[in-house]
């Protein structure tokens, strides 16, 4: 594993300093080699706010209880005192840099490039300047020269502006989110029924997956994936209710191939298996 990191005045505690609109107080950055996988948990979380960027790979985060994979060209922002819990696995081939700090002005900073305090994952795009910046602030950390506490301090803000500037071009250059989103829904319409690689649909498009996911649930109310499984449920009910088929039949129509993985999955979802279903829904000698 590759691990190199500064820490303000070479101190590893972590503090929460309102002398100064904003106080870097350490950086460091992450790489996996052979060791197969590294977690963090913080159960209380820190006294100060965590940028971690994905420049390579991908990662695995914990938030309210539910994993989420961050992948290369998004940051995770950390508040003060919240749970943290995520997982680099070798396989994912993870290179991370991250960044701890603190003061007084930190929410008009973060919120006026753009950073909102609601959301943990956000885009910024992948650039070499972010590791450059990011090396620069820990060489800066480890060698403690004259003033760097305000050279840091300044080298962050440049990361957030290059971060703001991202999110404004990645907005100009995707056009209409509604009518993307749209398009999406209309194809998963289409081809709900096989399988449907919500990372080859992004990738198609050129846009993030995590982006994607995003924007799609802020639009529908729902992920990709809860939409195509509605959208499978739908016409499972419809084809209960409408024709003879039966459970393997349907199963396969709507894109399952094992009809127990189909009932389990319907149950889940309808609160009953298929068969009660459709005992309830239509008389017994329409069946």
Same mark, same amino acid.
């Given at each position: @594993? ?5 820490? %303000? ?16 107080? *350490? ?6 080699? =052979? ?16 940028? %971690? ?17 961050? +992948? ?9 005192? !919240?749970? $943290? ?5 070798? !396989?994912?081939?993870? !290179? ?7 003061? +007084? ?13 609601? !959301? ?6 992948? %650039? ?10 820990? $060489?800066? %950390? ?11 301090? +300044? ?11 991202? $999110?404004?071009?990645? #907005? ?24 449907? *690689? ?10 993030? =997956? ?7 649930? $802020?639009?529908?109310? @729902? ?19 409408? =024709? ?22 319907? #149950? ?10 459709? #005992? ?8």
């Amino acid at each position: @594993m590759y691990i190199n990191a500064g820490y %303000l005045n070479n101190s590893r505690k972590d503090f929460k300093d309102n002398s100064t609109p904003l106080v870097v107080g *350490s950086c460091g950055t992450y790489r996996l080699k =052979t060791r197969p996988k590294l977690p963090t948990y913080w159960q209380k979380g820190r006294r100060d706010y965590q940028i %971690l960027y994905v420049a390579n790979g991908k990662t695995h985060f914990w938030f309210d209880g539910r994993e989420e994979i961050v +992948s290369a060209g998004y940051m995770v922002l950390y508040k003060p005192e !919240e749970i $943290q819990k995520y997982v680099y696995y070798l !396989e994912d081939n993870p !290179e991370v840099f991250w960044i701890h700090f603190t003061g +007084s002005d930190v929410k008009n900073i973060l919120a006026y490039h753009g950073i909102s305090l609601d !959301e943990h994952v956000f885009y910024c795009g992948v %650039l070499p300047d972010y590791k450059a910046l990011f090396r620069k602030i820990i $060489q800066e %950390l480890q060698l403690c020269r004259y003033g760097y506490e305000d050279y840091i301090a +300044s080298l962050f803000n440049d990361i957030l502006l290059l971060v703001d500037r991202q $999110q404004h071009e990645q #907005k100009k250059a995707t056009g209409n989110v509604q009518e993307q989103i749209e398009r999406a829904a209309a194809y998963f319409n289409e081809n709900y029924n096989t399988k449907i *690689s919500i990372d080859d649909y992004a990738e198609s498009l050129h846009i993030s =997956t995590n982006w994607f996911i995003h924007n799609f649930k $802020q639009y529908t109310g @729902m992920s990709p994936a809860q939409y195509i499984l509605s959208l499978r449920m739908v016409n499972a009910q419809s084809l209960l209710e409408r =024709t003879t088929y039966n459970i393997k039949e349907i199963s396969e129509i709507v894109g399952y191939e094992n009809p127990l993985y189909f009932s389990r999955v319907f #149950k889940k979802e309808i609160g009953k298996s298929p068969a009660q279903y459709r #005992k309830e829904m239509i008389p017994t000698e329409a069946v």
